[in-house]
């Protein structure tokens, strides 16, 4: 049975240009995304045509400044967009969110001229974007990584090995964080690396329990060379780029999950009008109306959490533990309201006619990507009790 387009949501909307963005969003979804998201996603396809439909659309460097092709759009609003992008098909909505995370080093922290030359290539001249922290043997302690920037000349070469990239091959650009000093976060700086950069290649794709369109893999550096003029930020701030990055991309994470739960919620919810036992829909029994209450209440509480967040980054105001918690509460709730999907729906939920039960092998990922929800607890612990004593 082909996957049902998610229900409008009733959004909260600061002006009446972000309302026409969600009517766009939600006409491309209908026309170009959720038609083919089911077959796409059981092929392996990478639907790089709708992010060349996205780029011409302006709607792959919303947050970002208008001066370099961006939408000048409020977070509150961005992630809005991911969570309508993400309910449709995760491959599109989590893949917008990692271009944007692979745009926030050199829109945050690179020099006037880099952003004049490089930015509106990346935010709407049709590029994609990866974002190039963990490594095989660095995921959750990132500060430990090991790829290699040695200075030589006017240029850097690195070497060394990525793991978990998203887009990882097919990419035209990379945000690599490399180790170019002291052990530790203070000896990691951020580089803008090309796609087709000599010296980088990439592994098979790994063979994923969901998100199949969407290639995450290794990417090897052998002495690729990279002009110091590509270089973002100062020497040893890599850390600092790639924390405050992660910040920002936890939320369009937390999005993506709302999105994605939405979509399950939709999918129980039609189905449950429509399924009779003994005599009448399922719909009217208890048991189960209680089920839908508290999926679509988890929704609720997750869309009201990272808009909290998203709103304090707007104002400009500290919003790290926040962000923590709205991907661990999103994510999570996710987990739940997926897993409850299948349930609702029983034996077809079990098969691959109906969409649950990919959105539920899709939920899962999102409580690993881009920070562990264990990693999201110890930061907002942090937050609240300061740091562990060693």
């Known amino acids: 049975m082909p996957d049902r387009a998610p229900q409008p949501v009733d959004r909260q909307l600061p002006t009446e240009e972000s309302r026409d963005l969600i009517a766009l969003v939600r006409d491309i979804v209908q026309r170009e995304i959720a038609p083919r998201a089911a077959e796409e996603e059981d092929a392996g396809h990478f639907p790089r045509e709708v992010f060349t439909l996205l780029s011409e659309s302006g709607l792959l460097g919303?947050?970002?400044?208008?001066?370099?092709?961006?939408?000048?759009?409020?977070?509150?609003?961005?992630?809005?967009?991911?969570?309508?992008?993400?309910?449709?098909?995760?491959?599109?909505?989590?893949?917008?969110?990692?271009?944007?995370?692979?745009?926030?080093?050199?829109?945050?922290?690179?020099?006037?001229?880099?952003?004049?030359?490089?930015?509106?290539?990346?935010?709407?001249?049709?590029?994609?974007?990866?974002?190039?922290?963990?490594?095989?043997?660095?995921?959750?302690?990132?500060?430990?990584?090991?790829?290699?920037?040695?200075?030589?000349?006017?240029?850097?070469?690195?070497?060394?090995?990525?793991?978990?990239?998203?887009?990882?091959?097919?990419?035209?650009?990379?945000?690599?964080?490399?180790?170019?000093?002291?052990?530790?976060?203070?000896?990691?700086?951020?580089?803008?690396v090309p796609g087709d950069a000599e010296g980088l290649t990439a592994a098979a794709p790994e063979k994923k329990m969901g998100m199949k369109g969407s290639p995450t893999a290794q990417l090897h550096f052998d002495g690729v060379r990279v002009p110091d003029s590509r270089r973002i930020g100062e020497e040893g701030q890599g850390f600092t780029i790639a924390l405050s990055a992660l910040d920002s991309g936890r939320l369009g994470i937390a999005a993506c999950a709302i999105g994605v739960a939405q979509a399950a919620l939709d999918e129980a919810v039609a189905y449950a009008g429509e399924r009779r036992q003994f005599g009448r829909p399922i719909a009217d029994f208890q048991g189960l109306r209680f089920m839908l209450a508290d999926m679509a209440t988890q929704i609720e509480a997750g869309r009201a959490l990272y808009l909290a967040a998203a709103r304090l980054r707007d104002a400009g105001r500290p919003f790290s533990r926040q962000a923590a918690m709205a991907k661990l509460f999103c994510t999570d709730a996710a987990m739940k309201v997926t897993t409850d999907a299948v349930?609702?729906?029983?034996?077809?939920?079990?098969?691959?006619?109906?969409?649950?039960?990919?959105?539920?092998?899709?939920?899962?990922?999102?409580?690993?990507?881009?920070?562990?929800?264990?990693?999201?607890?110890?930061?907002?612990?942090?937050?609240?009790?300061?740091?562990?004593?060693r």
């Open 62 to 192: 919303l947050p970002y400044d208008s001066a370099h092709g961006g939408g000048d759009q409020p977070y509150e609003v961005y992630l809005q967009v991911l969570e309508e992008l993400a309910a449709a098909r995760l491959t599109v909505g989590l893949g917008a969110s990692v271009h944007t995370l692979a745009c926030h080093g050199l829109a945050g922290y690179g020099s006037k001229e880099q952003q004049a030359e490089h930015l509106p290539a990346m935010l709407g001249g049709g590029l994609l974007g990866g974002y190039c922290l963990s490594e095989p043997a660095s995921g959750s302690d990132a500060a430990s990584l090991r790829t290699k920037a040695v200075r030589d000349g006017d240029d850097w070469v690195i070497t060394g090995t990525k793991a978990w990239i998203t887009h990882g091959g097919v990419a035209d650009f990379y945000t690599v964080m490399a180790r170019t000093g002291v052990e530790g976060p203070r000896g990691i700086t951020a580089f803008l």
């Open 343 to 389: 349930q609702v729906l029983g034996g077809y939920g079990y098969t691959a006619d109906f969409p649950a039960e990919r959105y539920m092998r899709e939920a899962k990922v999102l409580q690993i990507v881009e920070g562990t929800n264990q990693i999201q607890r110890v930061v907002i612990a942090r937050h609240l009790a300061g740091p562990e004593s």
